[in-house]
């Protein structure tokens, strides 16, 4: 049944501390979006670290058609060699490459332009090369999984270049690439469009600017279109466009294990195995926004949660989230459904 869909939805928004939340959920032919406070299921939100699902499936996408090989040198399609061992696309999209979290200089840069409103805006495109070129990698690309906002960001970086553009052209890249085609009116990297105020401790803060890191953090989307993603996900084979459709089924496909969690990592989506099949997953968060979305493609699953609000300690509005995904394995389908309440 569709309500019992439903039902399962509701107290996932009563964890969502910020003014208002979208919650959304697909199984099988069933549909639930669900909203509280001023937004709706077309409101933008930050979605953070989602972004890098976003890049992650425009690696896939260039793959598919030839333009770029996981195995590449990210150095193959930037104006200089680095040096060291090889440090592949691959290594970037798996959070194997060594880099650190945050590129060298960009937190001083934050204190000056303004930790705590708008951390990121004062690191450009040029400010992430001159890190890259001075940067010491922790360890030897792919013999240690660690996380990185650095790598993502050059992730996207690179592809723009690798496409033939600069690495500013990424925001033009992923519209033409991967939102248009799959219809996703409501997702893009623009500050300027209409979107949620975020909260901060309850104070509303400014929309985020990440010029230098707009791969790693700078997507903005919507309940629908995030369940429009995971429906694409869920279903590769919808794509009209085969290079589109072979990256879907490519993003899914487990790279590496993560030592002692019993974890898997895809491109940058997370894989938890289950008895029912894998659940994949990925969370993000800025000062005003918190966002998670998930899926089971064995039984059809997914679910998108989003808020105005920026994470808290212990993340129970993510935690909760995931628990949701876990438990609609379970919920029969039914009909399409949506509720505000």
């Given at each position: 049944m569709t309500e019992v869909l439903a039902a399962r939805l509701r107290p996932l928004l009563a964890t969502a501390k910020g003014p208002g939340a979208a919650v959304a959920a697909v199984r099988g032919t069933e549909r639930a979006v669900l909203c509280n406070g001023p937004v709706g299921e077309g409101t933008r939100f930050e979605t953070g670290s989602l972004t890098k699902t976003f890049t992650a499936l425009l690696l896939a996408e260039l793959a598919a058609r030839g333009e770029v090989r996981y195995g590449d040198r990210a150095d193959r399609f930037l104006p200089f060699r680095l040096p060291g061992p090889p440090l592949t696309l691959l290594h970037l999209a798996t959070h194997t490459s060594g880099l650190p979290r945050l590129p060298p200089g960009l937190l001083t840069r934050a204190v000056r332009s303004g930790w705590l409103s708008n951390p990121y805006a004062g690191f450009t495109e040029d400010d992430l090369l001159d890190s890259l070129r001075r940067t010491r990698l922790r360890h030897r690309p792919g013999t240690r999984v660690l996380y990185s906002n650095f790598g993502g960001g050059l992730l996207g970086h690179v592809l723009a270049r690798a496409a033939g553009g600069t690495g500013g052209d990424y925001t033009a890249l992923l519209a033409e690439r991967v939102t248009g085609p799959l219809g996703l009116s409501d997702t893009d990297c623009d500050a300027n469009r209409p979107q949620a105020t975020g909260h901060w401790r309850g104070r509303p803060r400014p929309a985020l600017l990440m010029p230098g890191l707009v791969a790693a953090g700078a997507v903005r989307s919507s309940a629908r279109d995030l369940l429009r993603v995971l429906?694409?996900?869920?279903?590769?084979?919808?794509?009209?466009?085969?290079?589109?459709?072979?990256?879907?089924?490519?993003?899914?496909?487990?790279?590496?294990?993560?030592?002692?969690?019993?974890?898997?990592?895809?491109?940058?989506w997370n894989l938890r195995p289950r008895p029912g099949g894998a659940l994949l997953h990925h969370s993000g968060g800025t000062r005003g926004f918190t966002a998670f979305a998930g899926f089971l493609p064995g039984s059809g699953t997914g679910l998108v949660a989003l808020t105005n609000t920026a994470p808290t300690p212990l993340a129970p509005f993510i935690q909760s989230a995931y628990g949701v995904l876990r438990g609609l394995d379970d919920t029969p389908s039914g009909r399409v459904w949506t509720a505000r309440v």
């Amino acid at each position: 049944m569709t309500e019992v869909l439903a039902a399962r939805l509701r107290p996932l928004l009563a964890t969502a501390k910020g003014p208002g939340a979208a919650v959304a959920a697909v199984r099988g032919t069933e549909r639930a979006v669900l909203c509280n406070g001023p937004v709706g299921e077309g409101t933008r939100f930050e979605t953070g670290s989602l972004t890098k699902t976003f890049t992650a499936l425009l690696l896939a996408e260039l793959a598919a058609r030839g333009e770029v090989r996981y195995g590449d040198r990210a150095d193959r399609f930037l104006p200089f060699r680095l040096p060291g061992p090889p440090l592949t696309l691959l290594h970037l999209a798996t959070h194997t490459s060594g880099l650190p979290r945050l590129p060298p200089g960009l937190l001083t840069r934050a204190v000056r332009s303004g930790w705590l409103s708008n951390p990121y805006a004062g690191f450009t495109e040029d400010d992430l090369l001159d890190s890259l070129r001075r940067t010491r990698l922790r360890h030897r690309p792919g013999t240690r999984v660690l996380y990185s906002n650095f790598g993502g960001g050059l992730l996207g970086h690179v592809l723009a270049r690798a496409a033939g553009g600069t690495g500013g052209d990424y925001t033009a890249l992923l519209a033409e690439r991967v939102t248009g085609p799959l219809g996703l009116s409501d997702t893009d990297c623009d500050a300027n469009r209409p979107q949620a105020t975020g909260h901060w401790r309850g104070r509303p803060r400014p929309a985020l600017l990440m010029p230098g890191l707009v791969a790693a953090g700078a997507v903005r989307s919507s309940a629908r279109d995030l369940l429009r993603v995971l429906t694409a996900l869920l279903d590769p084979d919808t794509a009209t466009d085969p290079a589109l459709r072979t990256a879907l089924a490519e993003v899914q496909r487990p790279r590496l294990s993560v030592p002692r969690t019993g974890s898997r990592l895809c491109l940058v989506w997370n894989l938890r195995p289950r008895p029912g099949g894998a659940l994949l997953h990925h969370s993000g968060g800025t000062r005003g926004f918190t966002a998670f979305a998930g899926f089971l493609p064995g039984s059809g699953t997914g679910l998108v949660a989003l808020t105005n609000t920026a994470p808290t300690p212990l993340a129970p509005f993510i935690q909760s989230a995931y628990g949701v995904l876990r438990g609609l394995d379970d919920t029969p389908s039914g009909r399409v459904w949506t509720a505000r309440v």
